[in-house]
């Protein structure tokens, strides 16, 4: 395993493997976040909580 | 000093592939356990169908008070998506990934929409009823975010479920296929069944604060049985991993690849034309039995339970016979015969207002169904080579998801422009009874496209892969599929 130069420490993926794990995982905050943002206002709009 | 990498990178390898969510092999016998597992997507998918079709049209249009039209646009909105599916299981087929994998990165995402969906939908329902200072808002901001969640999750739902059956495809040799397609259909159903109970439960004292934590419960559900059903599915595939130089052949060619496959245009033809003739009764049969038949609510729920057995005895039945060597097109053909005469049964059933009659042309329809449906999920699995599975699933999925939309809007309209037209006095039967019939022109429509299919030995001929060799990633593909993407032991 460790005789591959494409891989990295610590984990054993490649650069290549890495960034599309990291994708995935930044997919995920991005839509998670869009999604708690537009919840937010829908309730802000039905029972304003920002005063 | 205390060694901080060589401590790191023992603790990581001592983790191994244990934790890790993609199986190490794809071994050639997949247990049961773990095709049970998998099917729990179909337990999601039920849920959210039975969530807006059944307990949300409700909700809205009685507690909520939104217009029906409304309602129904809002419920019809994730059918737009239906017909991406092909499109959708085309790119996972093709999907580029240096992990190796082309199934688990859709059914993450296709998760992700549908909770997503779920989180805002019961504020966007609360908003569009004008709920609280709801009321005050601009009218576009409840539409705009309905219209969204039901996309949302439509389109999650159309994503998960056509790639969850790709991936349970790949898993299982062709023998075993009938097998899988048994187990996602039961799942389906038993999604739906519990979650219907389940719904009605909850909901039974409805307040706005039950009604967000019925949905946002849901979301939380979908997520966790979508990931522990994926969790160690797809094995990684170095081949295909490693094969980034290969052709890329677009949406057109790969269509026109599979549609120029013997039987193809014809089987899908024939699930249109069945799932419409099956699915036109499902909303209709209920209100029938209330009006015609003068039955209780209680007795008319019965008529949905004898439907959904019915059709639980089909898949299995359905299961047995293929296994024991039917071939897939018989099974959506006799389907198709039993159909005819069980919609004969409970148009008969109104002019004798006989309950027994219709309970037993409505499990007799529901028995159809199953084999029908079943047959031709099989027949698809079987028609499409190794590489095109996302593709033909997609397909399927895109005319099934459609025609049985379809059949269910245009059930409605037939019946309430017959409700209309008719003169006062006529047979409260008439507008039910038109549908009916309708379904059964539409049953032996799919009957006599399905015959010729049955003369040359289509089971077999749509699936003989000779055709295909010329194809320069057909048997890379093949040979990758068995292959384990096992890092270091392959070097």
Known sequence: MSNDPDKVWPTGLTLREAEEVHSYLIDGTRVFGVIALIAHILVAVSTPWLG | ?491
Not at chain 2, 107 to 136: C, H, N, R
Not at chain 2, 319 to 325: D, F, T, V
């Open chain 2, 1 to 491: 000093m205390f060694k901080y990498k060589s401590f790191a990178l023992r603790k990581i390898s001592g983790v191994g592939v244990r934790y890790l969510p993609f199986a190490d092999a794809a071994s050639d016998d997949v247990p049961l356990s773990r095709l049970l597992r998998l099917s729990l997507f179909q337990v999601t998918v039920g849920m959210a169908l039975v969530l807006m079709v059944g307990t949300l049209n409700r909700v809205m249009i009685v507690e909520l008070r939104v217009p029906a039209t409304l309602v129904g646009v809002m419920l019809a909105l994730p059918l737009v998506f239906a017909p991406f599916r092909a499109l959708i299981g085309f790119r996972s087929d093709r999907f580029k990934s240096a992990l190796g994998l082309r199934r688990l990165p859709y059914i993450f995402k296709g998760t992700m929409l549908q909770f997503g969906g779920f989180a805002i939908m019961p504020f966007a329902l609360l908003v569009l009823s004008g709920y609280g200072e709801a009321i005050d808002a601009p009218r576009w901001i409840g539409l705009g975010s309905a219209a969204l969640a039901f996309l949302l999750v439509g389109a999650g739902v159309h994503i998960v479920q056509t790639i969850g059956l790709a991936l349970a495809t790949d898993l299982v040799p062709e023998e075993d296929q009938p097998k899988v397609v048994g187990l996602m259909y039961v799942m389906l159903l038993v999604g739906m069944i519990v979650s219907a109970f389940s719904y009605g439960a909850l909901l039974e004292n409805y307040t706005p604060g039950r009604l967000i934590q019925v949905i946002q419960g849901s979301a939380v559900i979908t997520v966790a049985l979508n990931f522990f059903a994926m969790w160690k599915q797809e094995a990684r595939n170095r081949a295909r991993a490693m094969a980034q130089t290969e052709p890329e052949a677009s949406f057109a060619e790969a269509w026109a690849r599979l549609t120029e496959r013997r039987g193809m245009i014809r089987l899908l033809a024939i699930i249109a034309l069945g799932t419409a003739g099956f699915g036109m009764a499902d909303v209709l049969l209920e209100p029938f039995g209330g009006q015609v038949l003068m039955m209780s609510i209680a007795e008319t729920t019965r008529l949905t339970v004898f439907l959904a057995c019915g059709s639980l005895v089909g898949f299995v039945m359905a299961s047995r016979w293929l296994g024991a060597g039917a071939r897939p097109i018989d099974m959506a053909i006799y389907g198709a015969m039993i159909g005819i005469p069980a919609f004969g049964l409970i148009v008969w059933s109104s002019t004798l207002l006989s309950v027994p009659m219709l309970l037993g042309g409505t499990l007799l329809a529901g028995f159809g169904a199953g084999l029908f449906g079943h047959g031709t999920l099989t027949a698809t699995m079987r028609s499409a080579p190794r590489e095109q599975i996302g593709l033909s699933l997609g397909a399927w999925g895109a005319v099934q998801a459609t025609s049985a939309g379809l059949a269910i809007a245009v059930g409605g309209v037939v019946r309430d422009a017959i409700v209309a037209t008719e003169a006062v006095g006529a047979s409260a039967s008439t507008p039910y009874t038109s549908v009916f019939m309708i379904e059964v022109g539409l049953l032996t429509l799919g009957l006599l496209f399905a015959l010729p299919l049955r003369g040359k030995d289509a089971g077999r001929s749509v699936d003989d892969n000779t055709a295909e060799t010329s194809y320069l990633s057909a048997v890379a593909e093949r040979q990758g599929t068995q292959q384990p993407f096992a890092g270091g032991r392959t070097s």
